[in-house]
């Protein structure tokens, strides 16, 4: 396991962001850096992490396993390339893997198939076909190129550490992959499939992700002969009903002081309260507006999952008519929406059916 792996982190990314370096932004809740960093150490092939950088300073910061090293970088990409093979060249690796840390998304499958190919090659390079139809311009004349003989070359790359070392030494022009050397002496080079998801991030935009909060609710109703009793919108056939200012359906209630709580907007009472001109509202007029801002703010909701707390009745009687009407409240699919009937063992109020209580944990997602 002679395997040494590259982080080049110097480039200046101006296209990402005016002051903030690229490596260290954050995503899937760490730097980007930290991603390629961390697959390597996990990947357990290396007996050596190199990371080239331009802020020595910020990984100094940071706590970091002892097989990581920093260096600093050099003006051009192939510079910190250079300087990292000959840093390593003390150590006498047979393989290095160089990587750009703008890539945080490889897998450990693609790092291990790269290596096992460097048995029997000198140079093995992970590379995805084009999706979008190519125009090559020379001077002023375009002309087709035919999309499957174009491809993209990805990294990490790996090599036999004695030939890229001797190319690299000799290489003078800007090159923004190692394998574009190999090509260039049409040295014999291994191309393996890349990953779609392995895309170098270049622009802010590129990983702008949407964010998920969570939000719970909690209704109590007494039930009082001589009412009709709804739960999540749907008439029930019972002895009794739920009290309240308005039609008392817990289900709606909970999901709508849920949903309310995971905006951060306070909650039912506050657009709800018990004036005249709320007198026995039907439940669905109160989650209906509410939906509708939702919806309107860009968020959308993944699931619902809601516990009616009673003795009677059954809810495995009603769960598919009630899951129907929550989706259609909600524009939901049936298959976000979960049910469960749960019990108090006769215990208190609720047990001795003079009251149903409901909870409801919502989870959404605003996408930008
Ligand atoms: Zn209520």
Do not use: W
């Not at 300087?83 to 006498?92: E, G, R, S, V, W």
């Not at 945080?104 to 000198?122: A, E, M, Q, T």
């Not at 992700?209 to 739960?231: E, V």
Request: aromatic letters at 10%; one cysteine or more.
């Amino acid at each position: 396991m002679n395997n040494y792996f590259v982080i080049l982190a110097a480039g200046k990314s101006k296209r990402f962001h005016k002051k903030l370096d690229k490596q260290f932004y954050i995503y899937k809740n760490r730097e980007i850096i930290d991603h390629s960093i961390d697959k390597s150490l996990n990947s357990k092939l290396f007996k050596k992490i190199l990371v080239v950088t331009n802020n020595l300073k910020h990984f100094k910061k940071k706590k970091y396993s002892k097989k990581v090293s920093f260096i600093k970088g050099g003006k051009e990409r192939s510079d910190s390339s250079l300087k990292a093979l000959k840093y390593l060249k003390k150590y006498k690796p047979m393989n290095i893997l160089i990587h750009d840390a703008a890539r945080p998304d490889f897998s450990i499958k693609l790092v291990k198939n790269l290596i096992k190919h460097l048995k029997n090659y000198r140079a093995v390079v992970p590379y995805i076909n084009s999706r979008d139809s190519v125009k090559y311009k020379i001077k002023n004349e375009l002309f087709n190129l035919d999309r499957d003989h174009v491809f993209f070359t990805q990294t990490p790359q790996a090599f036999r550490f004695n030939d890229l070392y001797e190319l690299s030494l000799q290489q003078k022009n800007k090159i923004t992959d190692e394998v574009t050397i190999f090509i260039n002496r049409n040295y014999k080079i291994k191309f393996i499939q890349g990953e779609e998801k392995n895309n170098k991030i270049t622009y802010l935009n590129d990983i702008i992700t949407s964010k998920t909060y969570f939000g719970i609710g909690f209704d109590i109703h007494r039930l009082i002969k001589n009412k009709k009793l709804y739960l999540g919108g749907v008439k029930i056939p019972f002895h009794s009903g739920l009290k309240g200012h308005s039609d008392g359906d817990v289900i709606l209630h909970a999901i709508t002081d849920a949903i309310l709580g995971a905006t951060k907007k306070k909650d039912i009472g506050t657009y709800f309260p018990n004036t005249k001109k709320y007198k026995n509202i039907r439940s669905p007029k109160m989650l209906k507006p509410i939906i509708e801002n939702l919806y309107k703010s860009n968020f959308s909701i993944n699931n619902l999952d809601i516990n009616l707390i009673c003795e009677q009745p059954k809810v495995s009687k009603y769960r598919d008519k009630i899951i129907n009407s929550i989706s259609k409240l909600t524009n939901l699919n049936e298959n976000q929406i979960n049910l469960k009937g749960k019990t108090v063992e006769k215990l208190g109020l609720i047990g001795k059916e003079k009251a149903i209580a409901c909870e409801v944990i919502v989870s959404i997602t605003k996408y930008d």
